[in-house]
T-cell receptor, first 113, second 112 residues
Framework: SAVISQKPSRDICQRGTSLTIQCQVD?????MFWYRQQPGQSLTLIAT?????????ESGFVIDKFPISRPNLTFSTLTVSNMSPEDSSIYLC??????????FGEGSRLTVL | DQQVKQNSPSLSVQEGRISILNCDYT??????FLWYKKYPAEGPTFLIS?????DKNEDGRFTVFLNKSAKHLSLHIVPSQPGDSAVYFC???????????FGTGTRLKVLA
């Protein structure tokens, strides 16, 4: 298993600002993933963060909007830039420990006014 | 294109009865399927999985059935308990990829 801590757990932000979400894992992992869950929607993969290389973004997500850092094997950040109300979502960090299942953090609920 | 679908957004069941949550998929390449449970203000937690080489996997009160020809899987919870009240997501993936495709979730409410 894996213990994943995310900060902040929730925040209310103003339009046009940026917010950085932190994800800390209790063990070293190769791949970390960032998901988004918009209200009433499924979990959608934003990007995959590998240590030592640039993140790989899924279709519909770009680095300028969602810059990601992965400075070491236990930590990653996701920034939501120039926020609009459409960015109001739960953002989830997850890891794959190699057993074929994902482990998730508790999520960061973002509300953009 | 929604490759994994959960057509029932909500389900209510009496305590002690069976809960059946359904999931359909469209991609024939999927060979591994998972169910996650999510409580409010928490991240999803893994519940049970099944490989495409099987048609059933059981873990205590939870059983997942896979019908490959129909591209359908279901999660059975017997007996249902109030603590099972949560949102359940099915997810699918295939060998050689790290990507998991999730359904939109079904909110289960178990009534005491």
């Amino acid at each position: 298993s894996a213990v994943i801590s995310q900060k902040p757990s929730r925040d209310i932000c103003q339009r046009g600002t940026s917010l950085t979400i932190q994800c800390q894992v209790d063990s070293q992992v190769t791949m970390m993933f960032w998901y988004r869950q918009q209200p009433g929607q499924s979990l959608t993969l934003i990007a995959t963060a590998n240590q030592g290389s640039e993140a790989t973004y899924e279709s519909g997500f770009v680095i300028d909007k969602f810059p990601i850092s992965r400075p070491n094997l236990t930590f990653s950040t996701l920034t939501v830039s120039n926020m609009s109300p459409e960015d109001s979502s739960i953002y989830l960090c997850s890891v794959d420990k190699g057993a074929g299942e994902l482990f998730f953090g508790e999520g960061s609920r973002l509300t953009v006014l | 294109d929604q490759q994994v679908k959960q057509n029932s957004p909500s389900l209510s069941v009496q305590e002690g009865r069976i809960s059946i949550l359904n999931c359909d998929y469209t991609n024939s390449m999927f060979d591994y399927f998972l169910w996650y449970k999510k409580y409010p203000a928490e991240g999803p937690t893994f519940l049970i999985s099944i490989s495409s080489i099987k048609d059933k996997n059981e873990d205590g009160r939870f059983t997942v059935f896979l019908n490959k020809s129909a591209k359908h899987l279901s999660l059975h919870i017997v007996p249902s308990q109030p603590g099972d009240s949560a949102v359940y997501f099915c997810a699918a993936t295939y060998s050689g990829t790290y990507k998991y495709i999730f359904g939109t979730g079904t909110r289960l409410k178990v009534l005491a």
